[in-house]
């Protein structure tokens, strides 16, 4: 039993350099297998408690000390997550975004557009968007509620659209990417301009190279232009320095910013441990007004809702 503990240890010591040396000093996430398990910081820190508990019990003192450290360590960046932070003022329109990968497809469209009005969204980002699921949700009735819509449907997981209330401008603000990831200018009654990017990154399980290009890709937020909004599939999560970096181009976390970042959106119809992979992330100056994750039959993500106030200075861009 001693010898399993020790090895316990040795474990959560290895975890904790990776998320809090290589990750979080040096901001590199490694390869497939490492950035997979990054992912998974949020059961580390259970597992170093539950440790620290059971060198305590066989009295191993120096094992519970070092596991106690590294729990609270690893538990630092988490605090965050759950502690709702202090919104900008912001007087402009009131926007509600939508993001959900549909499951190559498979989402349940009425269930799709049973979302879109209980919850009076106005643009919504469409992830694994095919032909048949264009379909589907046109025969549900998505374009009475959205009428305007990009999209680019492909097979195998690759499509993408953005359907809208309010009319669109196609953009292209995405650098290249395997999974198509359009953009559009939306502009609102009185003329309020905001840019969406409906995110799909390739998964880093798949090819973490490519991965990183993905997010690196991505637009930086653009303080004195249009409102932009991020709303996908990221594949990556806060523990992620890829994703980190995504944030530090002028970019807040829905989700963080309400408190509610430790919410898992995948997998909900598979096996392994739930984890944070979709995202709403806004503008600086955008405050968020509240954010929900929210269960789609037939999907094995969930959708990811985030109502936003806009900076008074989107209506002038």
Avoid: C, K
């Avoid at 650098?175 to 502009?187: M, N, Y």
């Amino acid at each position: 039993m001693s010898a399993l503990v020790v090895a316990a240890l040795v474990g959560v010591a290895a975890f904790a350099v990776l998320r809090l040396v290589v990750s979080g000093v040096f901001g590199h996430d490694g390869n497939h297998y490492t950035a997979a398990a990054l992912a998974l910081t949020p059961y580390v820190v259970p597992a170093a408690v539950g440790l620290t508990l059971v060198a305590s019990v066989l009295r191993r003192r120096g094992v519970a000390v070092l596991s106690a450290v590294l729990a609270v360590a690893l538990a630092v960046p988490l605090v965050p997550r759950v502690l709702a932070d202090s919104q900008p003022e912001a007087g402009g329109a009131v926007l509600r975004v939508a993001a959900l990968n549909l499951y190559f497809g498979g989402a349940d469209p009425e269930a799709v557009v049973e979302l879109v009005r209980e919850r009076r969204i106005d643009v919504l980002t469409l992830l694994e968007f095919d032909e048949s699921a264009y379909s589907a949700l046109e025969d549900a009735g998505l374009r009475d509620a959205l009428p305007h819509i990009v999209a680019y449907p492909a097979g195998a997981g690759v499509g993408s659209g953005i359907a809208s209330r309010y009319p669109l401008e196609e953009l292209d603000l995405a650098g290249p990417s395997l999974f198509a990831q359009p953009s559009a200018r939306i502009r609102l009654p009185g003329g309020t301009a905001v840019e969406i990017v409906a995110v799909h990154a390739l998964p880093p399980v798949t090819d973490a190279t490519r991965w990183r290009s993905d997010l690196a890709g991505l637009p930086p937020a653009d303080p004195t232009g249009a409102v932009r909004v991020l709303a996908g599939d990221f594949n990556a999560t806060l523990d992620h320095a890829a994703f980190r970096e995504l944030l530090d181009a002028g970019y807040v976390d829905a989700a963080e910013s309400t408190g509610e970042a430790l919410v898992t959106t995948w997998p909900r119809r598979r096996l392994g441990p739930p984890v944070t992979l979709d995202h709403v992330l806004v503008d600086e100056s955008v405050a968020v007004l509240d954010f929900a994750a929210v269960d789609v039959a037939a999907s094995d993500h969930r959708a990811v809702v985030a109502t936003l106030r806009l900076p008074e200075r989107a209506a002038n861009a």
